[in-house]
């Protein structure tokens, strides 16, 4: 309405308040900032995941997407929903890793895969773990070639040469 356009208008404004005219130096004021080189994109993935917890602008596999129809068996969103074990090759994004050591002494891993249709726990016993530390430390998207485990607590990704697992940049 014309009464609170005429109310609006009577309002201070924040350069009024600090005692500045409006064509002064204050909104006129350039800002410049330093030419810098633009991160690299798994690189601005990671930050923005690790500032809001979920990826905004892209997926760190989105530069993948022919191969992974081309290559892949499954992604998890199907693995999840699997009700019996089966071989499959994936590619995904490691989320979480966390390495413990077993009774007898061997160090293996529980690692937390995504890819863009979900997340699902690995499993990777010491034989795959020791050779592939390097690569899921990395923190890049790889390949893996695993077994799904179905049991009470739902589908699980297990890594073992038993089940001749594979992990691949």
Known sequence: SSLQKTKDDKQPSFSDLLGFEED???SQRKVTYPKEEPWPRLYELKLEKDTIGF???GHPLDDFTE???RYTTTNIASCLSSSSSKDVFIGAE???LRE????RGDR???VT???KTGQIDTV???DIYLENEILLKAGEPIWVKGQIEVGEGGAKLILSKKNHAKILP
Do not use: P, R
Request: charged share 20%; net charge negative; aromatic share 16%.
């Open 24 to 26: 002064s130096t204050f």
């Open 55 to 57: 990826f905004v602008s």
């Open 67 to 69: 191969e992974l129809e």
């Open 94 to 96: 490691i989320v979480s």
């Open 100 to 103: 413990i050591i077993t009774k």
């Open 108 to 110: 293996m891993a529980f």
């Open 113 to 115: 895969l995504e890819d």
């Open 124 to 126: 990777a016993f010491s």
